[in-house]
């Protein structure tokens, strides 16, 4: 049967709102609770803000208060609003996936599964309605894209710079958003043009594009052209909206706002069993107090891996936050199943210039990924329910599932067709060259 725009808006919007009394219900009667642990800690924070007092206040509140303010009416119309405004925000989501494929010339039938892959994805659909908040950071990472694909800078850079405020780890997503923002592609007063998903089909007759065009050549066009007025107005708009919430929250709340939304996620060790590779030596060590060197160390393979992965797709803007995200959460010290949904909203986008084999490579990825989950979660329940010694266990668990990560990953990579998102100006492009002869 095929489905149209609005039925699938339709009946997205119906399934949250089912899901959402569905949790009501079993939060009452019921022992295990629907309601994500995460949400009670949210409105709790936001309860102590309506009454005056520090969101802080509440242990393990570790957000914005940005969040807790959009939580308030959570105290004074329904306890559910949060969960309303997840939902609705995992909808957005869903819409600037259309968007954007549609502004890149993709058919209606490829946009419309496109969108409905991220929209009846049992892990995101549930997401939201559990009461967890990165559908909102997903909703404005979406947005950022739609403003720098219409070449509307000032827009993006606002944007920007609130979810980094909002949420710390979108600062990975910095380097490629300036690189993108070529005066081969971003040229003052005039508006760029988009790549269309026709053109890249007919241009890509190789299959995969691993290999990419001029990649060293244009890596050096790009770091020549660095500081332009675009890339200028970016960062500095962008730092201004996240230094002046950040000096806002600072002045109300004081070094404990500071410690707990911003400079705990840089140092973060965090001893509970997660799906970290790094987690059982901070385990076995957490009880002595880890020094800077060995907070940052972690951050090294990060580092590293991010780099090549920007300057090597950057200019295929989405493809290129879809796989930072990927190797960002895989190689990060703490790592939760919250953390899958930043990369699952840009995925959608990959789909139209992906050449995997949906029947055969693309159903082993998905077998893979999640095997390697759930004989994670195995050792997991063992340890948790159980109180099995299972730490070493739950250890391999974790290299295993990083190495998943990383051969999807890979297969991603070499089934996609290096399609960057503006045409660049050859004008530009013959100027700049010869300023490198």
Known sequence: MRCDFNSLVIFSVVLRIVLIIYGEWQDTHMEVRYTDVDYLVFSDASSLMASGLSPYKRSTYRYSPLLAFLLLPNSFIHRSWGKLLFSASDILVGLFIRNILKLRGV???????????????????????????????????????????????????????????????????????????????????????????????????????????????????????????????????????FFFWTWLFFYLYQWEFLNEALLYHLTRTDPRHNFSIYFYHIYLHHEREFSILEKLVSFLPQLTVQLVLIFRYAQDLPFCLFVQTVAFVAFNKVVTAQYFVWFFCLLPLLLPWSNMNIRWEGLSCILIWMGAQLHWLMWGYMLEFKGKNVFVQLWVAGLLFLAANTWVLIKIMCRHKFSPIFIASQKTSVKSARKLQ
Not at 131 to 139: D, F, Q, W, Y
Not at 205 to 225: A, I, M, V, Y
Request: charged share 15%; proline share 5%; with cysteine.
């Open 107 to 241: 058919p209606e039938n490829l946009c419309l599964i496109s969108m409905g892959a991220w929209l009846f994805n049992p892990f995101t659909f549930t997401i939201g309605t559990r009461g967890n908040c990165e559908p909102i950071v997903c909703a404005i990472v979406m947005w950022i894209i739609i403003c720098i694909m219409k070449g509307k800078v000032l827009q993006a850079a606002f944007w920007y710079g609130l979810v980094v405020h909002f949420r710390i780890y979108p600062i990975i997503y910095a380097l490629p958003l300036v690189l993108v923002l070529n005066p081969r592609n971003i040229q003052a007063g005039s508006k760029p043009f988009l790549q269309t998903w026709g053109a890249t089909q007919q241009k890509s007759s190789q299959g995969s594009d691993c290999k990419g065009e001029s990649f060293f050549f244009d890596s050096l066009l790009r770091l020549r052209d660095l500081l332009t007025r675009e890339r200028i107005l970016f960062g500095l708009l962008s730092a201004s909206v």
